[in-house]
Structures are given as structure tokens and as C-alpha cells.
């Protein structure tokens, strides 16, 4: 359970490295004992973190077959997150339609099963699909919209940022406001990030010489 929470946390933070080693290695020891739902959970972020070194086809199938597994179990639990994963992977690779199908998978589960802490994130995720397929850039704002809000009315700091430097990025052709420029740079002085990680990398581009720790 240790590793497979340490593999979350490494996966919401985007370090595919990290996440795929404690991954594997809760999978593995899951399995050795014969824990079938933390062994298909902690599978998933394994197969997440091959879609990011460009392992498209296997990574996500991957996703998929752990989804059943645990599934298999009877959980309900963490469905909102791993649908998250498994769109997070799809927009890596460019599949869109695949990408909001599970989107909507995971906030009718949100729905459903009232576990909601995914929320925000499910709504960014389906903002930047709808943005990557250029089909309707004003549905994309608003979405990215309510996601910024939400994760806000959760204290979800982090979901917040991550929200808000998508807004800035999906309203094209336009430089941020000075609002939503405030807005970020509050959210991440909130925040205590490792410099390097990809949240802290976009703050820093979006508010240059803003946050220096």
C-alpha cells in the first residue's frame, strides 16, 4: 500500500520515473501475495509512465487490462482518478475521442460514488482534449474554467495551478490577465514544489522571474 500510494503521489506529480518504480515494485509484491486490486492499481501507473516515454500502444492497453482487473474485484474505489489516468494517457497520445470517453467515465463515477477529489483534474483533462481536437475552443475555456473553481473550492492547490496555466494556454492569441497572472502566482506561492517538476517549470514560464524557491 505504501508503494502504491508513493507511485500516486509520484504519478499526480508527473515524475513517470519515480511512478513507474514504486509502481512496479508494489505491483510485483502485490502479486506475489496475492492482492489483486493493488496489484492492478499500481499496474496502471506503471503502464501510465510507459505512455509517457512514448510506449503509446502497450501503455495504454496496459491501462485498460488493469482497469478490468480491478474492477474484477468489485471496487468501486479510485475510479475518478484512474479514468484520469487513462485520459492523461490518451491526450499524451493523441487519442482523443478515447481520452473524453473515459473523461466521462470517471465524473459519472465521481457522480455515482460521490468521490469527487479527481474532479477538478478530470475537468482539465477534458478541456485540453477538447482544445487538442480544435474543435470548440470556447467549450475548452469554460471547462478549464470550472476547473480552476472547483479545485479551488477544494483547497486542491496543486489541481488549481495546473488548471489555471491550461486556461492561460487555451485562450489563444490572447496574453493572460493580470488577474489570472495573481491568481497563479498565489496558487503556487501556496505550493511547495520540487524547481524542477513540470508544474513549478510552467509557473515559472507563464510568470517569468516570479517564483524563485
Not at 28 to 35: C, I, P, T
Not at 150 to 167: F, G, N, P, T, V
Request: charged letters at 25%.
Amino acid at each position: 500500500m505504501t508503494l502504491f500510494f508513493g507511485a500516486m503521489f509520484e504519478q499526480i506529480a508527473r515524475e513517470h520515473s519515480a511512478a513507474r518504480q514504486r509502481a512496479e515494485q508494489s505491483a510485483r509484491l502485490a502479486a506475489e501475495h496475492g492482492f489483486a486490486m493493488l496489484s492492478a492499481w499500481a499496474s496502471c501507473i506503471a503502464r501510465w509512465a510507459r505512455v509517457v516515454t512514448g510506449e503509446d500502444v502497450l501503455g495504454i492497453s496496459g491501462i485498460r487490462a488493469a482497469l478490468n482487473a480491478a474492477q474484477a474485484t468489485g471496487t468501486k474505489h479510485f475510479q475518478t482518478y484512474f479514468f484520469g489516468v487513462l485520459a492523461d494517457a490518451c491526450l499524451l497520445a493523441g487519442r482523443i475521442e478515447e481520452g473524453l470517453a473515459a473523461v466521462h467515465t470517471g465524473l459519472e463515477a465521481a457522480r455515482t460514488t460521490n468521490e469527487r477529489f479527481y474532479e477538478a483534474e478530470l475537468l482539465r483533462l477534458e478541456g485540453e482534449l477538447v482544445r487538442a481536437s480544435a474543435t470548440d475552443a470556447e467549450r475548452s475555456v469554460g471547462l478549464l474554467e470550472r476547473a480552476a473553481e472547483l479545485a479551488k473550492c477544494q483547497a486542491a492547490h496543486l489541481l488549481e495551478l495546473r488548471a489555471l496555466i491550461s486556461l492561460a494556454r487555451a485562450r489563444q492569441g490572447q496574453q493572460p490577465t493580470e488577474e489570472l497572472l495573481q491568481r497563479v502566482a498565489a496558487v503556487r506561492e501556496q505550493l511547495t514544489l520540487r524547481p524542477d517538476s513540470a508544474d513549478a517549470r510552467e509557473a515559472r514560464l507563464l510568470v517569468p522571474g516570479a517564483f524563485v524557491r
